[in-house]
């Protein structure tokens, strides 16, 4: 439903408790007339739960869709649980949910890229995870690199250095595109650098959130400055 300010759409966006980066980030990708209300859940507990409550927060303002920030595939079977967590969550708010590991698929689909680098806030055991979470899905990774954060809270402290450090180490001639997981990593304003420096796609998985987001509730404007998704896609 839309309001005075948000006469397009409000679309609520459930954020990890932790996770100072992907609110911002998904403000500074709002087109005009639209609202982003967030609420937020712990990692802690039954994610489920988390989620539901945080859910019937923002059912209360009348957003078109849910937005849920938060990256699995670092889990056994993450996407899977994900879609499952989706599911209930989405029953219970009569609302399309939209999550950044299942757009970050959507989005590398979109950009016909198969072959990808991946960077990773996580440690070695977690990005085995990950690599297979993106093969099981049919993408191949060529190359993964994680920055081994120790902790939730730290990932979103990262220098931006470092993070450019990280897409050079996956960015091998076999890549088609190179991709970020991980949603309280920063990376949303060095996109569209990378994406010069390399001259390939770069998909940040809060851009592929929003982007999915946006085109699933019927807004295309481009989105010019963050990355070729969002302006061409």
Same mark, same amino acid.
């Given at each position: 439903?839309?309001? !005075? $300010? =948000?006469?397009? /759409?409000? +679309?609520?966006?459930?954020?990890?408790? $932790? %996770? !100072?980066? +992907?609110?911002?980030?998904?403000?500074?990708?709002?087109?005009?007339? &639209?609202?982003?209300?967030?609420?937020?859940?712990?990692?802690?507990?039954?994610?489920?739960?988390?989620? =539901?409550?945080?859910?019937? #927060? +923002? /059912?209360?303002?009348?957003?078109?869709?849910? *937005?849920?920030?938060?990256? /699995?595939?670092?889990?056994?079977?993450?996407?899977? +649980?994900?879609?499952?967590?989706?599911?209930?969550?989405?029953?219970?708010? %009569?609302?399309?949910?939209?999550?950044?590991?299942?757009?970050?698929?959507?989005?590398?689909?979109? $950009?016909?890229?198969?072959?990808?680098?991946?960077? /990773?806030?996580?440690?070695?055991?977690?990005?085995?995870?990950?690599?297979?979470?993106?093969? !099981?899905?049919?993408?191949?990774?060529?190359?993964?690199?994680?920055?081994?954060?120790?902790?939730?809270?730290?990932?979103?402290?990262?220098?931006?250095? =470092?993070?450019?450090?990280?897409?050079?180490? &996956? %960015?091998?001639?076999?890549?088609?595109?190179?991709?970020?997981?991980? !949603?309280?990593?920063?990376?949303?304003? $060095?996109?569209?650098? *990378?994406? #010069?420096?390399?001259?390939?796609?770069?998909?940040?998985? %809060?851009?592929?959130?929003?982007?999915?987001?946006?085109?699933?509730?019927?807004?295309?404007?481009?989105?010019?400055?963050?990355?070729?998704?969002?302006?061409?896609?």
């Amino acid at each position: 439903m839309a309001d !005075t $300010l =948000a006469y397009r /759409t409000i +679309l609520g966006v459930l954020v990890p408790d $932790l %996770n !100072t980066v +992907l609110q911002p980030e998904l403000d500074d990708l709002r087109p005009p007339g &639209v609202s982003n209300q967030t609420a937020r859940f712990s990692l802690g507990g039954n994610m489920f739960e988390e989620l =539901a409550s945080a859910a019937r #927060q +923002l /059912t209360a303002c009348k957003p078109e869709a849910l *937005l849920i920030g938060l990256s /699995t595939e670092f889990l056994p079977g993450g996407i899977s +649980l994900l879609q499952h967590v989706m599911a209930e969550v989405a029953k219970l708010a %009569n609302l399309p949910i939209f999550t950044a590991p299942h757009a970050t698929l959507a989005a590398l689909q979109s $950009l016909g890229v198969r072959r990808v680098g991946v960077i /990773t806030p996580f440690d070695a055991d977690a990005n085995e995870h990950v690599r297979e979470a993106f093969e !099981t899905h049919g993408f191949a990774v060529a190359a993964i690199h994680g920055l081994a954060c120790p902790g939730f809270e730290a990932i979103a402290h990262t220098p931006l250095d =470092a993070i450019r450090r990280a897409f050079e180490q &996956v %960015n091998r001639a076999e890549c088609e595109g190179l991709v970020q997981v991980g !949603t309280g990593l920063p990376v949303l304003h $060095l996109v569209e650098e *990378l994406e #010069q420096r390399f001259a390939k796609p770069v998909v940040g998985c %809060n851009a592929a959130l929003y982007w999915a987001a946006l085109r699933g509730t019927g807004i295309d404007d481009p989105c010019p400055g963050f990355g070729r998704l969002l302006a061409e896609c």
